[in-house]
């Protein structure tokens, strides 16, 4: 039995590589991205920040979701992030590896199940998931008039 749902979000240029993304629900504020200099200002992250941070926020939330499935009341989870970007072989830059490490408040000893829990706590994680299995990504260019220019 397949099991799909969809979610929508908008892009909006404010100036040069800045963009305003809403996430499609008003209870979710507005966020700005942009290029750090020299090709923006750097008033917001750019989308290999974007990228990264939505890696590393989806382990913690797994990490936290699988303790707490096991009957754990974890503390505080601390996670730091490392993106090393590389250029391919066409000389473009890419997000060539992210290293997440996560930090938890409480002792190992205090929980239970932990050999369980950290044995499949990535599975839960959709972001990392996707993005070690490869996301198929469709793109259309329309002009003003509506007209599809590139598919």
Not at 104 to 127: K, W
Not at 143 to 149: Q, S
Request: with cysteine.
């Amino acid at each position: 039995m397949s099991e799909t749902q969809t979610f929508e979000l908008s892009l909006e240029q404010v100036d040069n590589y800045e963009f305003r993304v809403r996430f499609g629900d008003a209870s979710i504020p507005e966020l700005v991205t942009d290029e750090p200099a020299p090709l923006g200002a750097g008033s917001g992250p750019n989308p290999a920040r974007l990228l990264v941070a939505a890696v590393a926020n989806c382990l913690a939330a797994s990490l936290i979701f699988a303790l707490r499935k096991f009957k754990n009341d974890p503390g505080r989870l601390h996670a730091e992030a490392r993106a090393t970007l590389s250029r391919n072989e066409s000389r473009r830059w890419r997000v060539e590896r992210i290293e997440v490490d996560m930090h938890l408040s409480d002792d190992a000893d205090a929980l239970e199940h932990l050999d369980r829990i950290l044995g499949q706590f990535e599975e839960f994680c959709i972001v990392t998931q996707s993005v070690r299995e490869g996301v198929q990504v469709d793109v259309r260019v329309h002009d003003a008039e509506g007209r599809e220019l590139h598919r």
